[in-house]
């Protein structure tokens, strides 16, 4: 089993940045796969980016604005949000694999979750 803890969450004024981080312990071997969601209430869980060994994507919505970066050493995930705006409030999870299950954009593609960080922008 691996298990994942975000942390870095919080209150930001709009414009403004945080780091999210996700820290990944147990059988880490099983993973090599990191992808970050978002969920706001009363919306479906919705695709942020991802990280593998090809590469990153993301979402258009983030696109230019939202960098994921890991280290292995530390079994490590980072999430840095640049430029944040009120419609990025939500709870963030992180996500990983060892291979992606159908699309990565979608969350059935991840075996492992974390319990999600709230981020929260005022305008």
């Known amino acids: 089993q691996v298990q994942l803890v975000e942390s870095g969450g919080g209150l930001v004024q709009g414009g403004g940045s945080l780091r999210l981080s996700c820290a990944a312990s147990?059988?880490?071997?099983?993973?090599?796969?990191m992808g970050w969601f978002r969920q706001a209430p009363g919306k479906e869980r919705e695709f942020v980016g991802m990280?593998?060994?090809?590469?990153?994507d993301y979402a258009d919505s983030v696109k230019g604005r939202f960098t994921i970066s890991r280290d292995n050493a530390k079994n490590m995930g980072y999430l840095q949000m640049n430029s944040l705006k009120p419609e990025d409030t939500a709870v963030y999870y992180c996500?990983?694999?060892?291979?992606?299950?159908?699309?990565?954009?979608?969350?059935?593609?991840?075996?492992?979750w974390g319990q999600g960080t709230q981020v929260t922008v005022s305008s």
């Open positions: 996500a990983a694999v060892k291979y992606f299950r159908g699309r990565y954009d979608s969350p059935t593609a991840y075996d492992y």
């Open positions: 147990g059988r880490t071997a099983d993973i090599n796969k």
């Open positions: 990280i593998s060994g090809s590469g990153t």
